[in-house]
């Protein structure tokens, strides 16, 4: 028995004194010393009485610390739970409600908030804030810098994912050892990281790109990050001199072309611009290569499956596609209604198979069987073409999904809160093209006869209920929705009458 996870991830650099990483501050933090943070965290976890397979639900900054965290979690064989430091306390009760928590790590200022919810679920409760103060990193300083990783199965569970669902409920990811594994080794061979390579590392780690795709990746390679709290669009460019690779979601792309400092000679010393997680405009692809003479790189991944294609590292990188299916990566078209493989050109529904596929949703057997097949294949809801040349499209989704600045929101989550208000007969939520966040949010609301919903509370019940990124950015009212014979919703009408609300002509 082993932990193929953690040994290949962690393991594999002990007394290493190289760098992993560099901080806005000055300071490099070595292999080594990561690691040893890492282990007097498992130490914690091991004193609080965690057992492994216990879930360890995480609503941190993003900070070393935080990032030990998820190390010592795969050392001590507990399910690591990050969470977005944007979720509100209902949505945070929720999903350590639903995973049975055993243990809340948060920062400081959550801590009255989520205690009773601790309590609830006899869950012990942990501090972490930003500048690595609290109760577990002062438990942690007084432990040993060893721990004796916990033996794991391939098929044990590493982590859990929430992720919504188009009934408004999230669902657990489970994602095994091997689905983490498996994916980070194939895009270190893909894209070719290797130990010299120092990424530019802006994203949350709360969610698959910034963690098992660039986290992983540079740890596979033994590689080093610059490691930001957030996306700092000044630190990106200060940085850029010493790095060598960047993984982004568009928004990060679209805002450096709109700073005249980046430039062909910034990124002189960088191999490799990698996009996902949303849509990457053909022409942002164009105006990027134009700019600084690299092509960027796209690939397209869902956190029940990490990584499933993506454009080639030697090879054409054809702008707005996907690219190709990972090695190890079954990918095919299907047609909606029958299940039945299309052939090549056609649009249907994109369905994959492979060591990178989740285990299913944690404790909903239904809707696991819903989208994962008894074969193995998975149903993304995603609809796409495959090319002759054996490129992916992705040309429009199967699920009602709204994907701003790489944050996926489902509309029935906030139709759900809007319906609830006082007046309000009933909503649809769409999507509209928003110039930074590619799409963003709006509400159209119709009010029940005799009753006019106030806008102010209407917006202040989204305030408690959802995480910021999902509020409308506008509420629109009108007499009716469309509804097709069926008397389905026509969100698609509605996105022509308000698909230029946030066009920047009308600013
Ligand atoms: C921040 N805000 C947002 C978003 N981010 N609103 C809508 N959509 C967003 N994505 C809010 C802020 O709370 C703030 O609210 C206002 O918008 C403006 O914030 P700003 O400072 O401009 O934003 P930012 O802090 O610079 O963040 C924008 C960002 C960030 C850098 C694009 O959202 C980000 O890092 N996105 C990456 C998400 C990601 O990692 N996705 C991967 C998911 P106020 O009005 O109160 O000021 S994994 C995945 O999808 C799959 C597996 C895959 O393939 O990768
Ligand atoms: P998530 O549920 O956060 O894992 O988001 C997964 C979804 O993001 C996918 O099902 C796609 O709809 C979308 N996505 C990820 N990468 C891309 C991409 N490169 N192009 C278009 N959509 C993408």
Known sequence: MANILYDTLFGAHAGKSTPFLHLLDGKTITHQDFLATAAQVANVFENIGLKPGDRVAVQVEKSPESLAIYAACTQAGLVFLPLNTAYTVDELTYFIENSGASL?????????KLAPVAKGLDASLETLNADGT???MSKASAMPSTYATVDREADDLAAFLYTSGTTGRSKGAMLTQENLLSNALTLVKEWRFASDDVLLHALPIFHTHGLFVATNVTLVAGGSMVFMAKFDQDAIIANMPRATTMMG???FYTRLLGDERF?????????LFISGSAPLLAETHVQFEERTGHRILERYGMTETNMNTSNPYEGERKAGTVGLPLPGVELKITDPSTGDT??????????????????????MPEKTAEELRSDGFFITGDLGTIDADGYVSIVGRNKDLIISGGYNIYPKEIELVLDEQEGVLESAV?????PDFGETVVGVIVAKSGGIPDLVDVTEACN??????KHPRKLVMIDALPRNTMGK??????????GDLFSPKEG
């Open 104 to 112: 809340i790590v948060c920062d400081g200022r959550s801590e009255d």
């Open 134 to 136: 609290g109760s577990l």
């Open 249 to 251: 979601v568009p928004t």
């Open 263 to 271: 430039t062909k000679d910034l990124t002189s010393g960088m191999r």
């Open 342 to 363: 299309l052939p090549d050109g056609e649009v249907g529904q994109i369905e994959v198979r492979g060591a990178n596929v989740f285990k299913g949703y944690w404790q």
């Open 430 to 434: 769409i999507g509209v093209p928003h």
């Open 464 to 469: 408690t209920s959802l995480a910021r990124f």
């Open 489 to 498: 919703v026509q969100k698609n009408i509605l996105r022509d009458t308000y």
